[in-house]
């Protein structure tokens, strides 16, 4: 490769500055939309490298190229199991360095590198692609009289990646006709890699409340609506990440 040809792939590097990242999460995997200006956006087929937080581990990414006027833009499709633990491991809540290597259509170089905030990424259908990990079974009353009541709510939680995640704990409430009828807290347990885990979590219940939102409909053996809002607390080296729970389902006697 010539002088000449090395000086065009270095400018067409140092060019383009990623402006915008646009994230779109699904069941297995999440694509990554990153553009930025470029003096000489190319299109076509990416491949490349990327890193995150300073790691040593890279991962090989795919995806196509786009120009748009003077914008570059990169599409890539991640598998959530390819993400290496060391970046997991590196996470902090504010904000996330970045290393993205590779070509276009074989020739085009791109080397983009820098930090983001997290409140600056676009993240798009996020509550449906929490359906994806966070799913309510049942809200079961496991003790219901004129005196008192006791309930249990079953949730599951899909760990995607391909290594553990601690679950430091969760918090919750249980509201019925726009009405709190009772709250709980769940201990820390540890969700193992590509699997699904179901959580009983407890509801100490009100039961004045509970009887005055729904007693009559309970009494005759009926189902209401409930709905359980809360955070699950997963626990990083990092720090801990909140995840909310917003779920609705039938609250009925348990069978």
């Known amino acids: 490769m010539d002088t000449w040809r090395v000086l065009a792939l270095v400018a067409a590097a140092s060019a383009a500055s990623p402006l915008a990242v646009r994230v779109v999460p699904e069941a297995e995997d999440f694509t990554v939309v990153v553009s930025g200006t470029a003096s000489a956006p190319a299109a076509g087929a990416f491949s490349g490298m990327l890193a995150l937080n ?3 581990a890279e ?3 795919a995806g196509i190229a786009r120009r748009n006027a003077d914008r570059q833009e990169l599409t890539l499709k991640i598998r959530y199991r390819d993400v290496p633990e060391d970046w997991v491991n590196r996470f902090r809540a504010a904000d996330f360095d970045y290393r993205l290597r590779g070509t276009i259509a074989g020739t085009t170089a791109v080397a983009w590198s820098g930090t983001r905030r997290w409140a ?3 993240v798009q259908g996020r509550k449906e692609a929490a359906s994806s990990f966070v799913q309510l079974g049942q809200i079961a009353l496991t003790e219901f009289s004129l ?3 006791a309930a249990r709510a079953d949730v599951t939680v899909r760990n995607p990646l391909s290594f553990p995640i601690k679950l430091a704990g969760a918090e919750y409430r249980l509201e019925i006709g726009g ?3 009772g709250s709980g807290t769940a201990p820390g347990m540890l969700l193992r890699p590509n699997q699904a885990t179901t959580l009983g979590l407890p509801i100490d219940l009100d039961h004045g409340q ?3 939102a729904a007693g009559s409909a309970l009494q005759s053996g009926g189902e209401v609506q409930g709905r359980i809002q809360g955070t699950l607390t997963v626990r990083l080296p990092g720090g801990d990440v909140p995840v909310p729970l917003d779920m ?5 006697l348990a069978r």
């Open 54 to 56: 300073g790691s040593p």
């Open 59 to 61: 991962l090989p990414v």
């Open 120 to 122: 600056e990424i676009e």
């Open 147 to 149: 005196f008192e009541s």
């Open 179 to 181: 009405r709190d009828v």
């Open 210 to 212: 509970l009887l005055a």
């Open 248 to 252: 609705s389902g039938h609250l009925s």
